[in-house]
Structures are given as structure tokens and as C-alpha cells.
């Protein structure tokens, strides 16, 4: 399996294999991804540099705009699902549908996007991306291609 970050022949060269699912797992009870001891994040959504316990650099990592879109796909499923079956078996005014989705929509939101974005950095741990591997991003480029491959 090729391993973002890495050069094709340094596949084999690789280190220890990253279990995916038990970053992942990890990153979303928002710990470590390596250790699953440390805290992941210091402030809302602002990760640690690395890990206390471990001492796993975490800074590198580029969750960017994956766990926001996650949220609002989630999110936005539960209440257009929970709205529409509310408005099959109860007659409900417009501020009132306002008065329960608008909430929801805000808490189920503010409880998703640090689990969600904690899963992501623990998917790019285990994969090896983003400087995860040992080497920055743009090292993966520094290859030169083959002459015959175009």
C-alpha cells in the first residue's frame, strides 16, 4: 500500500505500520493518535504542539476544511431528517420549527466539530500525511519522473 509522502521505493523502507481505525478512534475521544494518553487539543480546536505523553509532534497536521464539512453533512441529515418527520405528525408554526432546529442545529454542531476534527488528524497520523511520515510535503515531489511516462 503506498503511503502519502513517500517515495515510491521507500515503501518498503517505511516504519512500523499505523493501524487507521485506532487513530481514528483515538482522534475522536480526542487524545494522542499515537499513544492514545495525551490531549489532543489545548483550546477548542486549537491541537497541542505534541503530545505530553508521548511527545508525538502534532503540529503539522492540515485538517482544514474536512471536519467543518463533515459537520455540516452530519448536522445537516439529523435535522432535515428530524424536521421533516416532525412536520408528518405535528402541525407546528414556522417559529416554532425555528425554536427547536436552530438550537440543535448549533449544539449538535459545537459537540461534532472537535471529535470530527480529532479523527482527522488521527486518519493523517496513520496515513502518513502531512509530515507525519518524517518528511515535509513537499519532499514527496523531489523525485525526478520518468522520462518515458509522458
Known amino acids: 500500500m503506498e503511503q502519502f509522502g513517500t517515495k515510491p ?12 481505525w ?7 475521544a480526542n487524545r494522542c ?17 505534541a503530545c505530553a505523553a508521548c511527545g508525538e509532534e502534532i503540529h503539522h497536521h492540515r485538517a482544514d476544511d474536512l ?4 459537520t455540516i453533512f452530519i448536522v445537516g441529515h439529523i435535522v432535515v431528517a428530524g424536521y421533516l418527520a416532525t412536520d408528518t405528525w405535528l402541525v407546528l408554526e414556522s417559529w416554532q ?5 436552530i438550537p440543535l442545529t448549533i449544539v449538535m454542531s459545537l459537540v461534532l466539530l472537535q471529535p470530527l ?11 502518513r500525511m502531512h509530515g507525519f511520515g518524517g518528511t515535509p510535503d513537499e519532499a514527496a515531489f523531489d523525485f525526478p519522473l520518468d522520462k518515458n511516462s509522458a
Open 33 to 49: 493518535p499515537n499513544c492514545g494518553e495525551g490531549k489532543l487539543f489545548g483550546a477548542f480546536l486549537k491541537p497541542v504542539d
Open 117 to 127: 476534527k480529532g479523527g482527522v488528524i488521527g486518519l493523517q497520523w496513520a496515513l
Open 22 to 28: 485506532p487513530a481514528i478512534r483515538r482522534g475522536l
Open 67 to 70: 471536519p467543518p464539512y463533515l
Open 9 to 20: 521505493k521507500d515503501i518498503e523502507a517505511a516504519r512500523s505500520a499505523r493501524p487507521v
Open 97 to 101: 420549527h425555528l425554536m427547536i432546529w
